[in-house]
């Protein structure tokens, strides 16, 4: 599907870019539509939040480190809040909490510093433990580990938040059924990301005047 929506010259409500991994990419769904950028569009229009610009840079196997590269196609375009969306693949790498807090740290300062971002959201990790394409004991390994990183990056927001520049971390509770989980049994599926999207778009409608930007 389409890489960028809502017309490049058109004046914007909220200029939003998505970085981050193949789930970011919406790998799991047949449609850019059905995935979390055209649920979270939609879930922001819903919100009175249009129009709507939006950008996505994300690749399959993409880990925290990743983000700098993805994000240089995009010269020094500006946005108003960036989701990022990395850990399943500095999870099934084993990555320390350190190393991964610093690729965070520095993708934070790039969307910052480049990119002007006013806030930034760093979504969650999913639940690993219950994904069904992984076998026991690596399920158990690979959900205990997401859920260390998961931990960290929480208390790294918490630390590194600014009031000029909100930096959020919005947990990726999800309950429910297989059906959830796409067909590989490791990626969202299209209800998945319905409550993904809905999850990020409460979060960013909680930020303070961040849709109050001028558009002249």
Same mark, same amino acid.
């Given at each position: 599907?389409?890489?960028?929506?809502?017309?490049?010259?058109?004046?914007?409500?909220? #200029?939003?870019?998505?970085?981050?991994?193949?789930?970011?990419?919406?790998?799991?769904?047949?449609?850019?539509?059905?995935?979390?950028?055209?649920?979270?569009?939609?879930?922001?229009?819903?919100?009175?939040?249009?129009?709507? $610009?939006? #950008?996505?840079?994300?690749?399959?196997?993409?880990?925290?480190?990743?983000?700098?590269?993805?994000?240089?196609?995009?010269?020094?375009?500006?946005?108003?809040?960036?989701?990022?969306?990395?850990?399943?693949?500095?999870?099934?790498?084993?990555?320390?909490?350190?190393?991964?807090?610093?690729?965070?740290?520095?993708?934070?300062?790039?969307?910052?510093?480049?990119?002007?971002?006013?806030?930034?959201?760093?979504?969650?990790?999913?639940?690993?433990? $219950?994904?069904?394409?992984?076998?026991?004991?690596?399920?158990?390994?690979?959900?205990?580990?997401?859920?260390?990183?998961?931990?960290?990056?929480?208390?790294?927001?918490? #630390?590194?938040?600014?009031?000029?520049?909100?930096?959020?971390?919005?947990?990726?509770?999800?309950?429910?059924?297989?059906?959830?989980?796409?067909?590989?049994?490791?990626?969202?599926?299209?209800?998945?990301?319905?409550?993904?999207? #809905?999850?990020?778009?409460?979060?960013?409608?909680?930020?303070?005047?961040?849709?109050?930007?001028?558009?002249?």
């Amino acid at each position: 599907g389409e890489r960028e929506g809502g017309g490049a010259d058109a004046p914007a409500a909220l #200029r939003l870019l998505i970085v981050g991994d193949s789930s970011a990419a919406g790998v799991g769904v047949a449609m850019q539509c059905d995935a979390l950028t055209g649920q979270l569009a939609d879930e922001l229009g819903r919100r009175g939040i249009a129009p709507l $610009r939006w #950008r996505l840079a994300a690749a399959t196997g993409a880990e925290a480190a990743d983000a700098p590269a993805l994000l240089a196609p995009l010269g020094n375009e500006p946005f108003d809040v960036a989701i990022a969306v990395f850990g399943v693949n500095d999870t099934t790498a084993l990555r320390p909490p350190q190393r991964y807090l610093a690729a965070v740290e520095r993708a934070t300062e790039m969307l910052r510093q480049r990119h002007g971002v006013r806030a930034v959201l760093w979504s969650g990790l999913p639940p690993m433990h $219950r994904l069904p394409a992984l076998p026991q004991p690596l399920r158990w390994v690979l959900g205990s580990h997401a859920r260390v990183l998961d931990r960290s990056l929480a208390a790294w927001c918490r #630390r590194s938040d600014r009031a000029d520049a909100p930096l959020r971390h919005v947990p990726l509770a999800i309950e429910g059924d297989r059906t959830l989980i796409a067909s590989d049994g490791f990626h969202p599926a299209t209800g998945a990301c319905r409550v993904w999207a #809905r999850l990020l778009a409460d979060a960013i409608c909680r930020i303070p005047d961040l849709t109050e930007r001028s558009t002249t």
